[in-house]
């Protein structure tokens, strides 16, 4: 954490034609076709990609029944990969569908009516982490949501054909310094963006850097004479996506929470219904630690949230205010259990999780983005 009175931190993003995104959107394309025909379907999707291939495997259980393969075939044309020699072809990939039904053993301890314990039990152990600073508008860490909004502006650019010479993949990384942990500038800009070979090294770094990096991080006042532009070191990125890298669902963990800053329990998200904590839970853990920073208690906030197996209460509450709060952290953790259900089966009803979002929100971050229930802000309570 922050705790030096000059320190610099760096985060990274991925565009949506990353590989490993690629992989995601797809899990989560999954999930979301589920959840439109069965809103109680057990899904546990993943998905590997490479040269001209996807492999979907996993465990699902629904009383619906979707029609795989041509779903991730319009996902990948979706992104982008529906031009010629992409290796990665929408049409003319192989697909291999390995899907089988959940364990009954897990339904048994998670499903309401089987549940030892009265109630819908978490669908496994693990601890899940929500964080929430003031550091910027959506009450996330700078460097993060810097990388993706990079990222989210070449996108636009590409797909409105302002910039027709990008191609799907890229990866973006925003270096800031600190001064008692307050944002005072940006030392570093990494952008490295898949293009057609028709553009030069020197126009795309050009281009990118007054049509994307320029735009998007001068409004934060934190450019300065000393940052540092590093546009495709490598001067060439034409091969990309899973053509030029393998993706796998989950394997970008730490740009879909909050770029490092905050601790990660290690589950990902994507392709898994709510009733897995891993993503319900930490969405919840978000959606309280990001309130308790708009009520002005603290200015910077980690909250913890476990769960075993099967067991429908949260086994412990952490909050960690990194000694901003004018209160004890024993006094809101005791807030938050008064004020927030933490069970599994309150938070997919309070969060309303049962529906097709998540293909929609798992790009650039699953957090501090508008719109979706888990970064609602709520009126503060009496305290």
Not at 49 to 75: F, H, M, N, W, Y
Not at 115 to 142: I, L, R, S, V, W
Not at 255 to 281: I, L, N, Q
Request: glycine share 10%.
């Amino acid at each position: 954490m922050l705790r030096q009175s000059r320190q610099i931190f760096t985060s990274e993003s991925v565009s949506e034609g990353h590989p490993d995104k690629v992989c995601d959107q797809i899990s989560d394309a999954v999930l979301d076709a589920y959840l439109a025909l069965d809103p109680y379907a057990r899904v546990a999707c993943e998905v590997f990609a490479t040269t001209d291939r996807v492999i979907v495997g996993g465990e699902i259980s629904s009383k619906a029944s979707v029609d795989l393969e041509p779903l991730v075939r319009s996902v990948i044309h979706d992104i982008g990969y529906d031009y010629h020699d992409s290796g990665f072809e929408s049409d003319k990939i192989e697909v291999q569908i390995y899907i089988k039904e959940q364990s009954a053993d897990i339904a048994l301890g998670v499903d309401l009516e089987s549940n030892q314990f009265g109630g819908q039990g978490a669908g496994d152990q693990g601890m899940m982490f929500g964080y929430a600073c003031k550091e910027t508008e959506p009450f996330m860490p700078a460097p993060v949501m810097f990388s993706h909004k990079l990222l989210e502006k070449a996108a636009a650019l590409r797909k409105s054909g302002q910039l027709p010479w990008l191609r799907p993949d890229g990866k973006a990384q925003v270096t800031v310094e600190y001064d008692h942990q307050n944002p005072v500038g940006i030392k570093t800009v990494v952008l490295s963006h898949q293009h057609e070979p028709s553009i030069t090294t020197e126009n795309l770094t050009r281009i990118l850097k007054a049509e994307v990096i320029e735009p998007v991080l001068a409004e934060t006042g934190l450019l300065n004479n000393g940052t540092t532009y590093l546009i495709n070191p490598t001067g060439r990125f034409v091969t990309g996506g899973p053509a030029g890298d393998t993706g796998l669902t989950g394997r970008k963990i730490i740009v879909d929470t909050y770029g490092g800053m905050g601790r990660h329990g290690g589950g990902a998200f994507s392709g898994k219904d709510p009733s897995k904590v891993d993503r319900s839970g930490a969405y919840m853990a978000r959606h309280v630690a990001k309130n308790l920073v708009a009520w002005g208690l603290c200015s910077r906030c980690e909250v913890q949230i476990s769960y075993a197996i099967g067991y429908p209460y949260p086994v412990s509450v952490l909050v960690d205010t990194f000694g901003t709060s004018d209160y004890d952290d024993s006094e809101i953790e005791s807030l938050v259990s008064n004020e927030f259900d933490l069970s599994p089966q309150g938070i997919i009803s309070y969060l309303d999780l049962l529906r097709p979002i998540y293909r929609a929100n798992v790009n650039y971050g699953h957090f501090g983005k508008p719109g979706v229930p888990w970064e609602h802000l709520i009126a503060k309570p009496k305290f």
